[in-house]
């Protein structure tokens, strides 16, 4: 449902839209359908010339079943969530890939700092790639992020990953991702930081692995001195 809105660049995005439209299916049902029940009680039930109403308190067994097979019904579209929920979670928040590549991330007010391995691939030797609000990836490979925070609390959003991780100050939080669409994409932050935080986005860039080893050799990082990950 989201694709015609917003592309699956993750190797997740798809589990997690197809969860999102499970639950807007499941309870627009249910929305519409005790809506169209309200709203026959309502015409059949109506005010209607000598005829007195009553009181109904539900206590006989024919009145409970209006009540408890719809409570029933609801319980098991809800178990079935909680099942779905529980399966994506896992997938994305505990099994980590094999062979990961690590990128280490830093939010501050009001930029994202992104430190890529060099050609050892290996974080925090002297060959590390450190950008400001660029992000480079290749297409295909999986990707161990280090989130961190330098003052206030921050979130890590990627809207075509389908990612949003919130950045703490005094923790580093991993989480993975696995791109497969190639292009130019928005990376927000999507907790209030402060006056600017409106202005703290940052761009993704997914590239097919010659545009990546292309970028590596061409690209000019951040001179240490004004390394902003490492303070």
């Known amino acids: 449902m989201l694709e015609y809105y917003l592309p699956r660049v993750s190797s997740y995005a ?4 197809f969860l999102f439209t499970t639950i807007t299916l499941i309870v627009g049902f249910w929305f519409f359908l005790t809506m169209a029940v309200f709203l026959g ?4 039930f109506k005010r209607k010339d000598g005829v007195k109403a009553k009181y109904i308190s539900g206590e006989t067994h024919a009145e409970e079943r ?15 969530l909680i099942a779905g929920t529980v399966v994506v979670w896992k997938h994305i928040k505990q099994d980590m890939p094999a062979n990961t590549v690590p ?15 060099g050609a050892d691939g290996e974080l925090n030797t002297a060959d590390d790639i450190t950008l400001v609000d660029e992000l480079h990836v290749e297409k295909g490979v999986n990707y161990k992020f280090h989130l961190e925070a330098t003052d206030v ?3 890590f959003s990627v809207p075509v990953f389908r990612l ?8 580093v939080i991993t989480g993975w991702f696995k791109p497969i669409k190639t292009g130019e994409y928005d990376i927000q932050c999507a907790e209030m930081c402060g006056i600017a935080h409106g202005l ?4 993704l860039f997914v590239e097919e692995k010659e545009g990546h080893e292309l970028w590596r050799k061409t690209v000019k990082p951040l001179p240490k001195s004004t390394n902003l990950a490492s303070k």
Not at 200 to 203: F, H, L, P, Q, V
């Open 153 to 155: 609390m921050h979130s």
């Open 41 to 44: 009680f309502v015409y059949f």
């Open 164 to 171: 949003k991780q919130d950045a703490v100050p005094g923790r």
């Open 66 to 80: 209006w009540i408890t097979i719809p409570h029933y019904l609801v319980i098991v579209c809800d178990i079935v």
């Open 103 to 117: 990128i280490k991330i830093v939010a501050q007010q009001w930029a994202w700092t992104f430190v890529h391995p």
């Open 200 to 203: 703290m986005g940052a761009r």
């Open 14 to 17: 798809g589990d997690i839209d």
